[in-house]
Structures are given as structure tokens and as C-alpha cells.
């Protein structure tokens, strides 16, 4: 009797469609919700003050669903080089079809259960890539 091991080749070891059942139970984790915008400023015009003003750089995405955690002990050490640390302070899990945000992007946090991250805008650090994924992890550092 001729038999067939995981991985031989003949068979996908992960199927095709294996985060589908994932994807849903980690969506519905997602209670926050958050803005992203790139960092900066930008110049406008005000009704009410009759003159440009600056203001910051409107947000890409809006209303994001997210989870967002605050990070200690090792686990907010990220290696990014050889010899590069940086400690960060959240990770902030949203789905992972967002897949503009780079390192230096502003979080802003507009909603959660816990009403003391409520106002709170974190630095992207790092963002997490692979082959197998079904959310994006950016882990954050607390600017405000």
C-alpha cells in the first residue's frame, strides 16, 4: 500500500482558502476603530479666520476597525537589524487588505471599549508581512 505524507507534493500541505474561517473570527476582534494618515501638514483655507491655515494631513482611511493593545515587557521589542532595537509600545491589528500603511504612519484611535485610548495617536514602527495572513500588524509607539 502506497502511501502520501504532508508535503509530498502531491497535496497542498496549507489549502487554498485556509484563512477564510480565520478571517472572521479575527475580524470580529476588531472592536476599535481607527484613522491612518501619513504624517505632516498641510495648508487650507478657513472660512472663519478669513486666511490659510495649516492643519494636518487628512486621513487615507477612516473608521477602521482595529484592535489595539498595549505591549510590555519583551514582547515590544522589535529587531529590525543586526543590531537595531526599537521598543514599541502597541501593536494595533487591523485586516489585512490594508496594506499602504508603512513605517512613520499615524494611528489615531476614534473609538474603543477602553475610553482611555480614545484620543490617542501611535507611530507605525513595523509592519508586519507573510506569506499567510489574514490581519496587518503595525506595531506603534505612543506620540501624544
Known amino acids: 500500500m502506497r ?3 504532508t508535503g509530498s507534493g502531491r497535496r497542498q500541505v496549507i489549502p487554498a482558502d485556509w484563512e477564510a474561517p480565520h478571517r472572521v473570527v ?3 476582534t476588531h472592536r476599535g476603530r481607527v484613522s491612518l494618515r501619513v504624517p505632516g ?3 487650507v483655507f ?3 479666520e478669513q486666511a490659510m491655515v495649516t492643519t494636518p494631513v487628512p486621513p487615507y482611511a477612516t473608521e477602521v476597525p482595529a484592535r489595539v493593545l498595549e505591549l510590555n515587557g519583551e514582547a515590544n521589542t522589535i529587531r529590525t537589524g543586526e543590531d537595531t532595537e526599537i521598543v514599541v ?3 494595533v491589528a487591523i485586516a ?3 496594506d499602504g500603511v508603512t513605517a512613520g ?3 489615531h484611535v476614534t473609538a474603543a471599549t477602553d475610553q482611555l485610548l480614545v484620543g ?3 507611530r507605525v514602527q513595523h509592519v508586519g508581512r507573510g506569506t499567510e495572513r489574514f490581519e496587518r500588524h503595525l506595531f506603534c509607539t505612543h506620540i501624544d
Open 26 to 28: 479575527a475580524a470580529g
Open 41 to 43: 501638514t498641510v495648508q
Open 3 to 5: 502511501r502520501h505524507h
Open 96 to 98: 489585512a487588505d490594508h
Open 105 to 107: 504612519h499615524l494611528v
Open 120 to 122: 490617542t495617536t501611535l
Open 89 to 91: 509600545d502597541f501593536l
Open 46 to 48: 478657513s472660512d472663519d
